[in-house]
């Protein structure tokens, strides 16, 4: 599937998403995903510091962050998306158990994930802007 046969009545259909991901390989998985799924613009950061530089030279319509990058908690870009109204799915290999309680109830995908959890996260993201007991 390529990125131009996604559905224009997807969720997802010509948004930009902010990827935080420290494994480029799974990166480009998901980057690959959201393309298939109908996303315009896909932005890559691998670290904290990137992930903020990269918000602010620009905005978002939705994110996926990798909650451990490399040891260090993707939360800080989770505060400032929450901040800016930015909707966004954590996604790690514990599942929503792997969540900060401050953010208990933000859509999670647990790793590995297939593009239909992925786009079922970042819908209900989308369609709620805030949190709900939410959880894929």
């Known amino acids: 599937m390529t990125s131009g046969t996604a559905s224009s ?3 997802l259909h010509g948004l930009s998403v902010l990827v935080v991901e420290d494994e480029t390989i799974v990166s480009l998985m998901i980057e690959s995903m959201l393309t298939d799924l109908g996303c315009d613009d ?6 904290i510091e990137e992930g903020l530089a990269l918000l602010d030279a620009r905005t978002p319509d939705a994110a996926v962050l990798d909650v451990n990058l490399a040891g260090d908690p993707v939360y800080p870009i989770a505060r ?5 109204g930015v909707p966004f799915v954590f996604a ?19 790793k590995p994930f297939q593009s ?4 079922s996260a970042l819908a209900s993201a989308l369609g709620a802007r805030s949190a709900t007991d939410v959880s894929y």
């Open 9 to 11: 009545g997807s969720a």
């Open 42 to 47: 896909v932005w890559y950061a691998s670290g």
């Open 80 to 84: 400032r998306l929450a901040d800016e």
């Open 92 to 110: 790690t290999g514990y599942g929503a158990s792997g969540i900060n309680a401050d953010w208990v109830g933000r859509p999670v995908v647990q």
């Open 116 to 119: 239909e959890a992925l786009h």
